[in-house]
């Protein structure tokens, strides 16, 4: 028997920074005594920690929670073994100078879904990545509007390409993207999804924690695969429960 399902909201915290608090009543005025945590160290991501706040938990709280369930993962990253605890007021930034990006490309297929196409890019925008470009796949839609979002955003920076494919499928609108991809790291997300500012940065280095892996310049010559969790922004009641749980149990 399953449990039943329990509505949440989601943060991202930071421990290179001071922890908050976490309410129980968020500014949406909803009381949620569930928060599922997106826990990055200097902006690197370490894990997802679902925490118990009861009726709210202070700092030190949330510091106690979050060593529990992630102590070992938070030492590895710190090279530091010796460490028992997250201090409230964070560990600090390291300022060491970013490793160069490998360029790349991110590819949404999209298919009647405008606004939220819309959204979805100017996240995509707002990536801390130094050498990007976006190929929007438009899927065998009968709203035109997809054609108008991309426009709008072009002319920019960063290169925002539309890309049609009169076919049916996801599978078919990534393939349609590939002729346009000009980097040699390929990010596939999706129209209704508003990324977080290091995804790409994150996405692009995963292949350099693998054994031999090779240098940034025969980068180009392997095929990779990395992937991580679509967190929604509410874990509330969904239309599709399971699906939902599926990203917050």
């Known amino acids: 028997m399953t ?34 945590a ?9 894990g997802v920690a679902d925490l118990d706040i009861g009726t709210g938990i202070g700092p030190t709280g949330v510091a106690n929670h979050l060593w529990e369930l992630l102590g070992p993962t938070i030492r590895e990253s710190l090279g530091r073994p010796h460490v028992d605890r997250i201090p409230v007021g964070g560990f600090g930034r390291t300022g060491r100078p970013p490793a160069p990006d490998l360029p790349a490309t991110v590819v949404v297929a999209t298919c009647n879904r405008p606004n939220e196409l819309a959204l979805c890019i100017t996240s995509l925008l707002a990536l801390d990545h130094d050498d990007f470009d976006i190929v929007v796949v ?32 996801l ?16 990010a596939i997300t999706d129209d209704d999804v508003v990324v977080d500012r290091s995804w790409l940065r994150w996405l692009s280095r995963g292949g350099s924690w693998w054994p031999n892996y090779p ?30 749980s599926d990203f917050c149990r």
């Open 138 to 169: 438009d899927n065998a839609a009968d709203d035109p509007r997809a054609r108008e979002v991309v426009a709008r955003f072009g002319g920019g920076r960063t290169p925002v390409r539309y890309v049609h494919e009169p076919r049916p499928g």
């Open 215 to 244: 240098s940034p310049e025969s980068f180009s010559r392997w095929t990779a695969c990395c992937w991580g969790p679509a967190t929604p922004p509410s874990c509330a009641p969904p239309r599709s429960p399971a699906r939902c």
């Open 3 to 36: 449990s039943p399902f329990e509505p949440a909201r989601v943060a991202v915290l930071d421990l290179a920074d001071p922890l908050p608090p976490l309410d129980a009543v968020g500014v949406d005025g909803q009381w949620r005594r569930r928060v599922v």
């Open 38 to 46: 997106l826990v990055l160290l200097d902006g690197q991501p370490l």
């Open 171 to 186: 599978a078919r609108a990534h393939n349609a993207a590939r002729p346009h991809v000009t980097g040699s790291v390929i």
